[in-house]
């Protein structure tokens, strides 16, 4: 459930009209619904309650600071994937000890800014990072927090650029080194092995492959705890998919993933768990508000051109992925419907959010929303074709405030230099 509802006829995000707010700030625009992110979070940890992990919201999924700090409120830790994202995490009041580092590629630069800031813990994904963060934290006369990412070569059956938990993907140390490098971290100086991580993938639709991957981790830790290496906590990662589409998508809800969880880890509730869900609290949490530029007839195909592209949200051009499309003036029942291809004006094919979706008839200056646009969308945007970012609003009950304004020409001009070998015009 969220809060983005027809009000009187109009769309609104909590209290505050859609239509007003495109006044205020242009379109198009990012808007986010405080109560769904409170909403969403709550439901979540009260999944998994008997548990009581920290949940350690995946920043990509929306690093917006009005964001982040609105889920440190709550309690929220952080799951971060650069410095960046750390520092972003920090500014919204996360402490260091709700801050778990992941990602396969932490440079040494990295692992020694999360040493400096008091990291709860270091998700390792290799041996020769396993390497460098021992020299970095020795260096620093530090131990390092260690969890080693564990690929369980399990197939998450999701889409194939964001399933991470089959062998054959870049992420995680493989299932069966997992002994041998737990082994050799237990006599490193400069670490401290605090727990295992296992993450399989990105809108998983499905709860066998969660079933099966901490199947394999439970397995794992008792072996490891069997070769006398304590392994105190788990890190269950993310994963769990939204419905994008409405009408006939129904991914498993967090009540029925917490029992599997619950069930996998029956007898070990007074272990320490925890968990990085980002699309689940953020997804159906923001929309993207975008204007009718043009209705162009060809043929007998009719195209929606919005002042929206793929710059702005690239799920539909990098993962043929569906967000729903809604007109911001709610049609009358029994209102008809045509075929739309809904486009951007970017020169590429690619730019194209939708094909021959059912929309009612919609004319230059109309507004549309995308759903379901609040995880992987700004985080994902670029300044392409020079088109400024899309501001970012955030709404709560009847009041909103700008999160992130629209950059200015200049601003993005100011940021290029031409080199002093070239005259100037
Ligand atoms: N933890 C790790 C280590 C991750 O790599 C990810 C996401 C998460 C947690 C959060 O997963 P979530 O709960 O959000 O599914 N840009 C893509 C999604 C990429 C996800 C990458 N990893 C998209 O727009 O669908």
Same mark, same amino acid.
């Given at each position: 459930?969220?809060?983005?509802?027809?009000? @009187?006829?109009?769309?609104?995000?909590?209290?505050?009209?859609?239509?007003? %707010?495109?006044? *205020?700030?242009?379109?198009?625009?990012?808007?986010?619904?405080?109560?769904?992110?409170?909403?969403?979070?709550?439901?979540?940890?009260?999944?998994?309650?008997?548990?009581?992990?920290?949940?350690?919201?995946?920043?990509?999924?929306?690093?917006?600071?009005?964001?982040?700090?609105?889920?440190? =409120?709550?309690? +929220?830790? +952080?799951?971060?994937?650069?410095?960046?994202?750390?520092?972003?995490?920090?500014?919204?009041?996360?402490?260091?000890?709700?801050?778990?580092?992941?990602?396969? $590629?932490?440079?040494?630069?990295?692992?020694?800014?999360?040493?400096?800031?008091?990291?709860?813990?270091?998700?390792?994904?290799?041996?020769?990072?396993?390497? +460098?963060?021992?020299?970095?934290? !020795?260096?620093?006369?530090?131990?390092?927090?260690?969890?080693?990412?564990?690929?369980?070569?399990?197939?998450?059956?999701?889409?194939?650029?964001?399933?991470?938990?089959?062998?054959?993907?870049?992420?995680?140390?493989?299932?069966?080194?997992?002994?041998?490098?737990?082994?050799?971290?237990?006599?490193?100086?400069?670490?401290?092995?605090? $727990?295992?991580?296992?993450?399989? $993938?990105?809108?998983?639709?499905?709860?066998?492959?969660?079933?099966? +991957?901490?199947?394999?981790?439970?397995?794992?830790?008792?072996?490891?705890?069997?070769?006398?290496?304590?392994?105190? =906590?788990? *890190?269950?990662?993310?994963?769990?998919?939204?419905?994008?589409? =409405?009408?006939?998508?129904?991914?498993? %809800?967090?009540?029925?993933?917490?029992?599997?969880?619950?069930?996998?880890?029956?007898?070990?509730? @007074?272990?320490?768990?925890?968990?990085?869900?980002?699309?689940?609290?953020?997804?159906?949490?923001?929309?993207?508000?975008?204007?009718?530029?043009?209705?162009?007839?060809?043929?007998?195909?009719?195209?929606?051109?919005?002042?929206?592209?793929?710059? @702005?949200?690239?799920?539909?051009? %990098?993962?043929?992925?569906?967000?729903?499309?809604?007109?911001?003036?709610?049609?009358?029942?029994?209102?008809?419907?045509?075929?739309?291809?809904?486009?951007?004006?970017?020169?590429?094919?690619?730019?194209?959010?939708?094909?021959?979706?059912?929309?009612?008839?919609?004319?230059?200056?109309?507004? !549309?929303?995308?759903?379901?646009?609040?995880?992987?969308?700004?985080?994902?945007?670029?300044?392409?074709?020079?088109?400024?970012?899309?501001?970012?609003?955030?709404?709560?009950?009847?009041?909103?405030?700008?999160?992130?304004?629209?950059?200015?020409?200049?601003?993005?001009?100011?940021?290029?230099?031409?080199?002093?070998?070239?005259?100037?015009?």
């Amino acid at each position: 459930m969220d809060h983005f509802l027809y009000r @009187d006829g109009a769309l609104h995000a909590e209290g505050v009209a859609i239509a007003a %707010l495109a006044g *205020d700030v242009g379109t198009p625009f990012y808007c986010y619904s405080t109560a769904t992110l409170e909403r969403h979070f709550t439901v979540f940890s009260d999944g998994l309650k008997p548990l009581d992990p920290l949940v350690c919201y995946a920043v990509k999924a929306n690093s917006n600071l009005a964001v982040l700090a609105t889920l440190a =409120r709550l309690g +929220a830790g +952080a799951d971060v994937v650069s410095e960046g994202e750390y520092r972003r995490a920090l500014a919204a009041g996360i402490p260091g000890q709700k801050i778990i580092f992941s990602g396969v $590629g932490k440079t040494r630069a990295e692992l020694a800014f999360a040493l400096e800031n008091d990291v709860r813990q270091i998700n390792v994904e290799s041996e020769p990072e396993l390497d +460098a963060l021992n020299q970095v934290a !020795v260096s620093m006369g530090q131990r390092a927090p260690v969890s080693f990412r564990v690929n369980p070569d399990v197939d998450a059956k999701t889409h194939e650029k964001i399933s991470t938990g089959k062998a054959e993907n870049k992420f995680g140390i493989a299932y069966d080194d997992a002994p041998r490098i737990y082994a050799r971290a237990a006599t490193m100086p400069g670490i401290e092995v605090v $727990g295992i991580d296992m993450h399989i $993938g990105s809108q998983l639709t499905d709860l066998a492959p969660f079933r099966e +991957a901490y199947t394999r981790m439970r397995a794992l830790v008792e072996r490891l705890e069997a070769d006398g290496i304590p392994v105190p =906590r788990l *890190d269950i990662g993310g994963g769990l998919g939204v419905p994008y589409e =409405r009408t006939n998508e129904m991914p498993p %809800l967090p009540t029925d993933y917490g029992k599997v969880v619950q069930e996998v880890f029956a007898g070990w509730e @007074d272990r320490e768990f925890e968990c990085e869900p980002g699309r689940l609290i953020a997804a159906n949490a923001g929309i993207l508000v975008a204007e009718v530029i043009y209705v162009k007839r060809s043929g007998d195909r009719r195209f929606l051109i919005l002042d929206a592209a793929m710059n @702005d949200l690239i799920r539909p051009a %990098l993962y043929d992925a569906y967000h729903d499309i809604v007109p911001v003036i709610e049609p009358a029942p029994g209102t008809p419907t045509y075929e739309y291809d809904v486009v951007g004006p970017i020169c590429e094919s690619g730019d194209t959010f939708a094909k021959a979706r059912a929309l009612p008839e919609l004319k230059a200056g109309d507004l !549309v929303a995308f759903r379901s646009a609040g995880a992987y969308g700004a985080v994902m945007s670029s300044e392409y074709n020079t088109r400024p970012l899309a501001p970012e609003v955030i709404v709560r009950g009847d009041d909103f405030a700008l999160a992130r304004p629209r950059p200015t020409y200049d601003d993005m001009l100011g940021k290029d230099r031409i080199p002093d070998w070239i005259d100037p015009a």
